[in-house]
């Protein structure tokens, strides 16, 4: 713990919000008392992990990256946090990311923005960046992320690491700030597929404090040992055929399905939305969730208040000076496009299509047992470069987008293209996820 505090204090790639030290000290002297009084350790206990800063964990600063709470200290905490505290598990730090989740980067946050740990200048991905950059540079053992459209997936496939996004509702979502709820998950980023199963099995579960949650079969060493028992994967011709593909992560993808080929498993190719409708449609309901779930931040209950000459002054000068560029652009599209007049054509559409990319995916898994993907069209873009094109960093989240409307375990591996290749299976077979992944290694 005190190596990776050390590590974790020069913060040279912008990871750090704020050091949980004395909090992780505290909580590492009982497991050091334990161990000289020598009483069993399970294993997770005394292991150092980092968390996204959208996690309430009680006492501590959660700020969202955000000027609205960069004052705000959690009241509670967050049920996944709860259960690997409960495990022995020791929170370090927490970590940089795009305010409120909105971005694909990591440099919509009022602490600097994140740089990738492969390569300093360029983005780390987002927004879970700085989780994903203190997984690769060892500052943490593992982390916990937030991924609503790809955040966990992305920066991960950005740093050469894993990084899953589990089924929606196999995790609380309890005391994880909101973005978007219906596709909100909460993940393991960490650097081997053993990692991200221990991780995954300690936090997993119904939860009474969230409705949407249900109870997994914990997921164990041997089931997930790689064998014979996935017989033929898909992949989405449109993805590999589209204009926005980087030529080099288009062939390595396909070098990565003849290997697959040669291994005896059939690989089909399957028809999907093309990606400007996936992008349209999460982007339409993630902002029209975004902008529901932080109308409550208008500085009466939380953060950063700033008084106006009445209270409805004070409320829009609170958010329009604490709220990010790309914070605002979200709320004023979420609330056009629930507003009347837009909502019938705009919201209900892209609701109505969410059925229909649903669909799509069960009729895909009664023909093939997982589906592989790039996790990105491109290579991570330098610093500062793609805050100029908002769209085209929505464009970027293409291959992530819709196996989150889809809310299906995703898992993201550090091989096949530069960027990672992404691993996905029917609705609450994240096992299968894994054993895929141990099977390509
Ligand atoms: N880049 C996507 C967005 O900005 C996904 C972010 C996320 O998963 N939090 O919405």
């Given at each position: 713990v005190k190596e990776k505090l050390n590590l974790l204090k020069s913060n040279t790639h912008n990871t750090v919000n704020s050091l949980l030290e004395d909090y992780a000290l505290a909580l590492a002297s009982k497991v050091d008392e334990k161990i000289t009084n020598g009483e069993a350790i399970g294993l997770l206990e005394g292991i150092p992990f980092g968390?996204?800063?959208?996690?309430?964990?009680?006492?501590?600063?959660?700020?969202?990256?955000?000027?609205?709470?960069?004052?705000?200290?959690?009241?509670?905490?967050?049920?996944?946090?709860?259960?690997?505290?409960?495990?022995?598990?020791?929170?370090?730090?927490?970590?940089?990311?795009?305010?409120?989740?909105?971005?694909?980067?990591?440099?919509?946050?009022?602490?600097?923005?994140?740089?990738?740990?492969?390569?300093?200048?360029?983005?780390?991905g987002g927004s879970s960046g700085g989780s994903a950059v203190n997984v690769a540079k060892d500052f943490t053992v593992f982390s916990i992320g937030g991924d609503t459209g790809g955040s966990i997936r992305q920066p991960a496939g950005y740093n050469g690491i894993y990084g899953l996004k589990p089924t929606y509702g196999r995790?609380?979502?309890?005391?994880?700030?909101?973005?978007?709820?219906?596709?909100?998950?909460?993940?393991?980023?960490?650097?081997?597929?053993?990692?991200?199963?221990?991780?995954?099995?300690?936090?997993?579960?119904?939860?009474?404090?969230?409705?949407?949650?249900?109870?997994?079969?914990?997921?164990?060493?041997?089931?997930?040992?790689?064998?014979?028992?996935?017989?033929?994967?898909?992949?989405?011709?449109?993805?590999?055929?589209?204009?926005?593909?980087?030529?080099?992560?288009?062939?390595?993808?396909?070098?990565?399905?003849?290997?697959?080929?040669?291994?005896?498993?059939?690989?089909?190719?399957?028809?999907?939305?093309?990606?400007?409708?996936?992008?349209?449609t999460y982007y339409t309901l993630a902002m029209a969730e975004t902008a529901s779930n932080l109308s409550r931040l208008d500085g009466t209950n939380y953060g950063n208040r700033i008084e106006g000459e009445n209270l409805k002054d004070s409320y829009s000068i609170t958010r329009s000076e604490n709220f990010s560029e790309e914070t605002k652009r979200r709320i004023v599209g979420g609330n056009q496009v629930l507003s009347q007049g837009f909502s019938d054509e705009i919201y209900l559409k892209g609701l109505a299509l969410r059925d229909q990319i649903s669909q799509n995916f069960e009729n895909d898994f009664n023909e093939v047992d997982v589906i592989i993907s790039p996790v990105t069209p491109s290579t991570p873009p330098k610093i500062g470069d793609s805050l100029k094109d908002p769209l085209a960093m929505y464009l970027s989240d293409a291959y992530t987008v819709g196996f989150s409307l889809g809310q299906l375990p995703t898992l993201t591996v550090p091989q096949g293209t530069e960027t990672g290749l992404q691993i996905t299976a029917a609705k609450d077979n994240d096992e299968l996820v894994l054993k895929f992944a141990n099977f390509l290694k």
């Open positions: 968390i996204k800063d959208v996690y309430m964990v009680e006492g501590t600063y959660t700020t969202a990256s955000s000027d609205l709470l960069k004052n705000y200290k959690s009241a509670y905490t967050a049920t996944a946090i709860q259960k690997l505290l409960d495990a022995g598990a020791i929170p370090i730090v927490k970590e940089n990311c795009d305010s409120f989740g909105h971005g694909s980067s990591s440099e919509n946050t009022i602490f600097g923005a994140v740089k990738n740990a492969k390569n300093p200048e360029l983005v780390a995790i609380s979502r309890y005391g994880l700030m909101a973005y978007a709820s219906s596709t909100d998950c909460v993940g393991p980023i960490a650097k081997s597929i053993e990692d991200i199963r221990i991780v995954l099995n300690v936090i997993s579960g119904k939860d009474t404090k969230d409705q949407t949650t249900y109870a997994s079969q914990n997921i164990t060493e041997e089931s997930i040992s790689p064998n014979n028992s996935i017989k033929s994967v898909g992949y989405f011709k449109n993805f590999v055929e589209s204009e926005a593909i980087d030529p080099k992560i288009k062939s390595d993808f396909l070098s990565a399905v003849v290997k697959i080929k040669a291994k005896g498993i059939k690989v089909r190719e399957l028809d999907f939305f093309k990606s400007d409708t996936l992008v349209s």
